[in-house]
């Protein structure tokens, strides 16, 4: 439901505010007023292009803002959620600021935003009768929509589209699979020598950094052997050895330690030290063992290095990943061995899928065709009343390849008098004549949640008498469901308002101000009187005004 509209320097309106209701908003006013200035701002605020042509002369930026209540269209909270919005208001406040000299700016619950995010969140919201593009009933995508909620076949619609969404699974695994066994020979041969390759190389994970410590050994070995050695030595080999002498000074300290208490506690810190280093020693000693007893070279060692160095090169910068291209390369091999296997098992999967949905489209086909058989007799037999008796309409079905929706392709065909063929709904050429084939078509499909926007930009045009009433009354009977905003000159149409608003234009010193004022009481009476009577109004017209408010 639209709430409320604020125009600021948009084209002629310097600064207005629309306050709507729920059911028959009813907008009059004279013609030249700035009545359809309102639906340009909506379909500017739906998406469409803005240009600098839209702002005020004299102003540098247009603003338009569009409040919508969205509390029960759960479509549209669930679009604006995924676009990371909050809903818990219920409201939805879109701004369109057009510039001069720069691009226009959106702004979708004061967030800035995009045209492409706009036009997504806002489709289907609301529904602008007219020669705009916002005719959802006129894409011919909807048709099947239509003829579904009419015949309540949408939730068989719905399964067909789920039943397709796993065939189509099934078909690309298998068209895959298909497509990879083309080169499976040539390609069999490849990885299972990728395979062995990796599995004779028997890698560990971290040996590349194992064996990069062990070449670094074995490159200095000779050095870190005389270290290790001559420290031996000077250790515990030599007559004049560090641990021979610290074994003196030990005897030494305990013999004046009993003349002198404090000396004794300084001999045992040199024994202890005696005993860590001679632990110290025995380590060299270990360690220059190893190095004279090693049996490998460093040529092995390096050729192993080249050989992971190579691997990674092909499979992975780690040896870690270098195993995860392994195991892939394994259900590579494994898929190409069992192909035949997987084959027949996806092509029963799919077939049987197919045939279910042939089945299941084709009872959907003749309940669509029974729905739409009744859905035309009741448009055929609602035109007339709207003014278009020699009217036909006609819902053309041709088969088409089993898809998401089915098997039917649908196209609307229209045809104002009855000696001419039925034409696609979008070539009809008269504007107002569209808006009430849209009407009609609207009141006999309307949908059981209501609560979207419908706007008639002069549903009524050239029509008059019992037609515009008839016309009237439809509008009415429509807005029971749906927020109804009504541009008319007909009080046989302006009559029904549950919020009737007039717009009118001054000048006042060379300066252009549009206004609009929800009429009530003698106002609406008089403005009733002004659509039957034009400037001359006479009692007669305003006894009529009263009469048609007391109908």
Same mark, same amino acid.
């Given at each position: 439901?639209?709430?409320g509209?604020?125009?600021?320097n948009?084209?002629?309106?310097?600064?207005?505010s629309?306050?709507?209701?729920?059911?028959?908003?009813?907008?009059?006013?004279?013609?030249?007023?700035?009545?359809?200035?309102?639906?340009d701002?909506l379909?500017?605020?739906?998406?469409?292009?803005?240009?600098?042509?839209?702002?005020?002369?004299?102003?540098?930026?247009?603003?338009?803002?569009?409040?919508?209540?969205?509390?029960?269209?759960?479509?549209i909270?669930?679009r604006?959620?995924?676009?990371?919005?909050?809903?818990?208001?219920?409201?939805?406040?879109?701004?369109?600021?057009?510039?001069?000299?720069?691009?226009?700016?959106?702004?979708?619950?004061?967030?800035?935003?995009?045209?492409?995010?706009?036009?997504?969140?806002?489709?289907?919201?609301?529904d602008?009768?007219?020669?705009?593009?916002?005719?959802s009933?006129?894409?011919?995508?909807?048709?099947l929509?239509?003829?579904?909620?009419?015949?309540?076949?949408?939730?068989?619609?719905?399964?067909?589209?789920?039943?397709?969404?796993?065939?189509?699974?099934?078909?690309?695994?298998?068209?895959?699979?298909?497509?990879?066994?083309?080169?499976?020979?040539?390609?069999?041969?490849?990885?299972?020598?990728?395979?062995?390759?990796?599995?004779?190389?028997?890698l560990?994970?971290?040996?590349?950094?194992?064996?990069?410590?062990?070449?670094?050994?074995?490159?200095?070995?000779e #050095? /870190?052997?005389?270290?290790? !050695?001559?420290?031996?030595? %000077?250790?515990?080999?030599?007559? $004049?050895?560090? +641990?021979? *002498?610290?074994?003196?000074?030990?005897?030494?300290?305990?013999?004046?330690?009993?003349?002198?208490?404090?000396?004794?506690?300084?001999?045992?810190?040199?024994?202890?030290?005696?005993?860590?280093?001679?632990?110290?020693?025995?380590?060299?000693r270990?360690?220059?063992?190893?190095?004279t007893s090693d049996?490998?070279?460093?040529?092995?060692?390096?050729?192993?290095?080249?050989?992971?160095?190579?691997?990674?090169?092909?499979?992975?910068?780690?040896?870690?990943?270098?195993?995860?291209?392994?195991?892939?390369?394994?259900?590579?091999?494994?898929?190409?061995?069992?192909?035949?296997?997987?084959? #027949? /098992?996806?092509?029963?999967? !799919?077939?049987?899928?197919? %045939?279910?949905?042939?089945?299941? $489209?084709?009872? +959907?086909? *003749?309940?669509?065709?029974?729905?739409?058989?009744k859905?035309?007799?009741?448009?055929?037999?609602e035109?007339?009343?709207?003014?278009?008796?020699?009217?036909?309409?006609h819902?053309?079905?041709?088969?088409?390849?089993?898809?998401?929706?089915?098997?039917d392709?649908?196209?609307?065909?229209?045809?104002?008098?009855?000696?001419?063929?039925?034409?696609?709904?979008?070539?009809?050429?008269?504007?107002?004549?569209?808006?009430?084939?849209?009407?009609?078509?609207?009141?006999?499909?309307?949908?059981?949640?209501?609560?979207?926007?419908?706007?008639?930009d002069e549903?009524?045009?050239?029509?008059?008498?019992?037609?515009?009433?008839?016309?009237?009354?439809?509008?009415?009977?429509?807005?029971?469901?749906?927020q109804?905003?009504?541009?008319?000159?007909?009080?046989?149409?302006?009559?029904?308002?549950?919020?009737?608003?007039?717009?009118?234009k001054?000048?006042?010193?060379?300066?252009?101000?549009?206004t609009?004022?929800?009429?009530?009481?003698?106002d609406r009476?008089a403005?009733?009187?002004?659509?039957?009577?034009?400037?001359?109004?006479?009692?007669k017209?305003?006894?009529?005004?009263?009469?048609?408010?007391?109908?």
């Amino acid at each position: 439901m639209l709430l409320g509209l604020t125009l600021k320097n948009f084209t002629i309106i310097e600064d207005l505010s629309v306050g709507l209701s729920s059911g028959l908003n009813i907008i009059t006013g004279e013609t030249g007023a700035g009545k359809s200035v309102i639906v340009d701002a909506l379909n500017i605020i739906l998406g469409d292009k803005a240009s600098a042509d839209n702002i005020k002369s004299g102003a540098e930026e247009a603003h338009i803002e569009a409040l919508f209540d969205i509390s029960r269209d759960e479509v549209i909270k669930e679009r604006l959620e995924s676009a990371g919005f909050e809903t818990s208001s219920g409201e939805l406040l879109i701004k369109r600021v057009i510039q001069r000299n720069s691009r226009s700016r959106v702004f979708i619950n004061g967030s800035l935003s995009t045209i492409s995010l706009l036009s997504r969140i806002t489709q289907g919201l609301v529904d602008i009768f007219s020669q705009h593009e916002h005719q959802s009933l006129l894409r011919d995508e909807n048709h099947l929509k239509i003829v579904d909620d009419f015949g309540q076949t949408s939730a068989e619609t719905q399964n067909i589209k789920e039943s397709y969404q796993d065939y189509m699974s099934i078909k690309n695994e298998l068209d895959d699979l298909v497509q990879s066994q083309k080169d499976k020979i040539e390609k069999e041969d490849y990885i299972k020598y990728q395979l062995s390759e990796i599995d004779g190389a028997e890698l560990i994970p971290g040996e590349d950094e194992k064996l990069e410590e062990e070449k670094l050994r074995l490159l200095n070995a000779e #050095k /870190l052997k005389s270290t290790a !050695s001559g420290a031996y030595e %000077a250790l515990y080999e030599n007559e $004049s050895s560090v +641990l021979g *002498k610290l074994q003196n000074l030990i005897g030494d300290f305990k013999e004046i330690g009993e003349i002198d208490p404090t000396l004794k506690e300084i001999g045992l810190s040199i024994e202890k030290g005696a005993l860590q280093l001679e632990e110290a020693t025995y380590s060299i000693r270990d360690y220059a063992s190893v190095l004279t007893s090693d049996s490998g070279t460093l040529e092995d060692l390096e050729d192993r290095i080249h050989l992971i160095n190579t691997l990674k090169r092909k499979y992975g910068d780690s040896i870690s990943e270098i195993i995860n291209r392994r195991d892939e390369i394994k259900k590579e091999v494994d898929n190409i061995e069992h192909f035949d296997e997987q084959v #027949k /098992l996806l092509t029963e999967k !799919s077939e049987k899928l197919m %045939a279910a949905l042939i089945s299941m $489209s084709k009872r +959907l086909s *003749k309940k669509r065709k029974q729905s739409a058989a009744k859905l035309t007799a009741a448009l055929e037999r609602e035109l007339k009343e709207v003014g278009i008796k020699g009217g036909k309409f006609h819902i053309e079905f041709n088969e088409k390849e089993v898809s998401s929706n089915g098997i039917d392709d649908i196209a609307f065909l229209f045809s104002a008098n009855p000696d001419e063929a039925p034409k696609p709904l979008t070539k009809v050429a008269s504007g107002g004549e569209l808006s009430r084939i849209m009407l009609v078509l609207k009141e006999v499909i309307a949908r059981v949640e209501g609560g979207s926007v419908i706007i008639f930009d002069e549903a009524d045009s050239g029509v008059g008498g019992a037609v515009a009433e008839s016309v009237g009354l439809k509008i009415s009977n429509l807005s029971q469901s749906y927020q109804v905003i009504c541009i008319t000159h007909l009080p046989q149409v302006a009559k029904f308002a549950d919020s009737h608003l007039s717009v009118s234009k001054t000048h006042d010193n060379n300066k252009t101000q549009v206004t609009i004022k929800t009429l009530e009481g003698n106002d609406r009476v008089a403005e009733l009187a002004r659509m039957i009577g034009g400037f001359n109004i006479t009692q007669k017209t305003i006894d009529a005004a009263q009469e048609m408010l007391k109908h």
